[in-house]
């Protein structure tokens, strides 16, 4: 034993000395070429443009762009790659990016789809397929994850998170982080994921995308952070500014947030890039006065790689020859942008094979975990009478705008998504049933009911109906923000017209973000929320529609009865006056009422207090029953950690999963503390009718946070604990710290 030890420690100092070995060779190339560079060929290193072809070409054979984005074909990228490496003066090649967000040609659901899986191995899984396609087109580079915490689903780029809570933010992007780049970045597998947004874009005011956020620097910290350090611990080899100023100072010119927190607290040594003309932006934000001034802000602030405000390369030269920035500012940024490409194998293998693609494109095991990945992000919000499963149904209506949407499936940010290989609801449908097909609306916006009679119509020929209504791709995403998040055009009409066929109504909702359909679920007996599912979405909801898949997804963000209740999320503070569970609304207020406070607790008079569906909320086609809870000690110190051991039973009459939640709260805090925190969640495969022992461990040090004097710590004190299926539900269990 002690021989085998002994083995496994050389190997592990080894492989330690071996990437030290590595770490100090690319350094050494790094300084060599760095040293050989003008300052016309370092500033073009910083230059990032859009698109390919002759402007590009012509950049690159003079050493001044060392970017290229939105080009996905090999030869046009391996023309602008020949002109890098063999015509221009040191050979640099160029990196190409791309918003690969949830899939390259095989599309997986959209991020925050993924996130309701609770399922990081998954989420790893689909991020290294995506990989695997985009780097065959020639991709390295993709910018994705977004970290963003959003807690205001009117916000459009909810899609393209992970939801609401720092802990399932943070298991998400890690996951995806390795997923994309692989265990050895010069693997041509391997493409540089692109941590952003850096940071707190999520908290927009309203939800109206690039607007003004209010941050304080703790809840940076206790909450925004979070991922992005977790990110950069897992080797994140990029990170993007935001477009968002924090406390009025920009992201993109801000030295606390890339100098003092990125760089020297959490030394990250990557690449640090603009988003889309962020650096040009600070003009209209009144931070800079023209882009001249925004580019010396932004290299100043330690922004490496300029996208697309073409400052970088008009004015660097000029400010340096002024003294306005540092030649020594401009070999920091080179460095980390050729350590990049160093890091990538680029230097080595600077060109893709033109008939790679095709090889790797929609392959059978990438197709497989999409479907998988779409099955596990179904949440399942009602099912009355146990309507679904349709297992014993043969003939279906099946009807909505969404039911056979190839494009609009597919989600936000799926630029390379091909819907021709887009399963539909419809195509999967009709594999299971006799289905009858009476689409009601053209599409999701569409308000002409003069095909309403028909689809009642057919409900009567059939044993049940299905109703796929939600959100095209194009009402979520940048850029897309919405005040209402009602379902749009004629769709409720529909659900209610089927309602009144008198037959079973199941309805899927495929959209971008929780919609507010409280409304809907009175004229439906089950729901499905599929978000937008990607390439196999259509066979993942006919497999959970006819029984042979279960549900298990879980809401990743708080379902709002209406818009007016965002922001809402289930890990806020207290108020003063918090909810004690009665309420009184509006139709509860006497005429001529006195000038009295009514409930005098923190709530809307026309929509109460709670959420429709709660953060981690999800059914299945069984029940779960938590049972015998107990902590194995409830007085610890702060080194020890919290052990948690119960038996969870599947009392139902299928098999299923069940996703256990684990929340803490800290009763009271130098600072006011949020009343649940998620700290650990767990996929628990049950049979029908079986028990399972679980234990769940938690280190004390984990429940640290930012106190009142800006220290990270673990404050002594009387804590909760739950464990249950969803941030509402489970009995609060004591314990304290010392």
Same mark, same amino acid.
């Given at each position: ?193 692109? @941590?952003?947004?850096?940071?707190? /874009? ?110 970088? @390369? ?7 020859? *002024? ?132 689809? #009642? ?103 709002? #009865? ?119 969640? *767990? ?28 220290? /990270? ?26």
């Amino acid at each position: 034993m002690k021989k085998l030890q002994l083995l496994a420690v050389g190997s592990l100092l080894a492989l330690c000395l071996a990437g030290c070995s590595e770490k100090d060779e690319i350094d050494r190339k790094v300084d060599e070429l760095l040293s050989k560079m003008t300052l016309r060929e370092k500033i073009g290193q910083m230059h990032q443009v859009s698109g390919a072809g002759t402007h590009a070409e012509e950049a690159a054979a003079k050493g001044e762009v060392g970017s290229i984005l939105n080009c996905v074909d090999p030869a046009e990228i391996n023309a602008v790659q020949r002109a890098a490496v063999e015509q221009s003066r040191l050979g640099i090649p160029v990196i190409v990016g791309r918003d690969v967000i949830h899939g390259f040609r095989t599309i997986f659901p959209i991020p925050l789809g993924l996130a309701a899986t609770f399922d990081p191995e998954l989420v790893e899984q689909g991020a290294r397929v995506a990989a695997i396609e985009a780097t065959a087109s020639g991709v390295h580079w993709t910018f994705s994850p977004m970290l963003d915490i959003a807690r205001d689903s009117r916000w459009g780029r909810v899609a393209e998170g992970s939801g609401e809570d720092p802990y399932l933010d943070t298991q998400m992007g890690v996951a995806m982080v390795r997923g994309y780049q692989g265990d050895d970045f010069a693997d041509p597998t391997s493409m540089a994921a692109c @941590i952003k947004h850096f940071v707190g /874009y999520g908290a927009a005011e309203g939800g109206r995308d690039y607007n003004s956020t209010m941050i304080s620097e703790r809840s940076l910290r206790n909450t925004y952070f979070p991922a992005f350090k977790a990110c950069v611990d897992a080797g994140a080899l990029t990170l993007m500014t935001s477009f968002n100023e924090i406390d009025g100072i920009p992201s993109t010119g801000n030295d606390f947030l890339l100098k003092d927190v990125l760089r020297q607290e959490w030394g990250f040594d990557g690449m640090v890039v603009t988003d889309w003309n962020s650096s040009g932006e600070m003009v209209a934000h009144g931070f800079a006065k023209d882009l001249k001034h925004a580019t010396e802000l932004s290299v100043n602030a330690g922004v490496d790689m300029d996208m697309m405000s073409f400052g970088y @390369i008009s004015y660097i030269e000029e400010l340096v020859k *002024e003294g306005k920035i540092k030649e020594e500012t401009i070999d920091n940024a080179v460095r980390n942008i050729l350590k990049l490409k160093f890091r990538l194998g680029l230097f080595d293998n600077p060109y893709v094979d033109v008939d790679a693609s095709a090889r790797v494109d929609y392959a059978p095991e990438h197709l497989a975990a999409a479907k998988q990945s779409a099955v596990e992000s179904a949440i399942l919000l009602q099912n009355d009478n146990d309507v679904l499963p349709l297992d014993k149904a043969r003939t279906i209506l099946v009807t909505g705008p969404m039911a056979d949407a190839p494009y609009d499936q597919l989600g936000t940010w799926a630029f390379d998504g091909q819907s021709e290989h887009t399963v539909t609801p419809l195509q999967a449908l009709r594999e299971c049933y006799e289905v009858i097909y009476e689409p009601g609306l053209a599409y999701s916006r569409d308000r002409d009911t003069k095909d309403f009679a028909k689809v #009642r119509a057919a409900a009567q020929r059939a044993d049940a109906a299905v109703v796929f209504v939600g959100e095209e791709a194009i009402l979520s995403g940048e850029a897309h923000s919405l005040s209402s998040l009602n379902l749009q055009g004629a769709q409720s009409e529909l659900i209610a017209e089927v309602r009144k066929s008198g037959k079973p109504v199941v309805v899927v909702v495929i959209a971008g973000r929780p919609l507010t359909i409280e409304r809907d679920l009175a004229n439906c007996d089950a729901m499905l929320y599929a978000f937008h599912p990607g390439t196999m979405g259509g066979e993942a909801l006919a497999d959970l529609i006819k029984g042979k898949a279960v549900p298990s997804g879980k809401s990743p963000m708080t379902f709002l #009865r209406d818009a007016g209740q965002a922001p809402f999320y289930y890990n806020h503070n207290n108020t003063g006056r918090p909810c004690n569970g009665t309420e009184t609304l509006l139709e509860d207020i006497p005429m001529k009422a006195g000038q009295t406070s009514l409930g005098c607790t923190s709530y809307y008079l026309d929509s109460g207090y709670g959420p429709l569906f709660p953060f981690g909320y999800g059914l299945s086609y069984t029940t779960f029953e938590y049972g015998n809870i107990t902590l194995e000690k409830t007085a610890l110190g702060k080194d020890d950690t919290i052990v948690v051991e119960f038996d969870l039973s599947n009392t139902g009459k299928r098999d299923g999963v069940e996703v256990v939640q684990l929340y803490t709260r800290d009763l009271v805090g130098s600072v006011v503390r949020p009343v649940k925190e998620l700290r650990r969640f *767990e996929r628990v495969a049950l049979a029908a009718g079986e028990t399972k022992h679980i234990r769940m461990e938690l280190p004390v040090a984990e429940l640290a946070f930012w106190n009142r004097d800006m220290q /990270y710590v673990v404050e002594p004190g009387d804590f909760q604990l739950w464990v249950a299926g969803d941030s509402a539900s489970g009995e609060a269990y004591p314990f304290s710290v010392e």
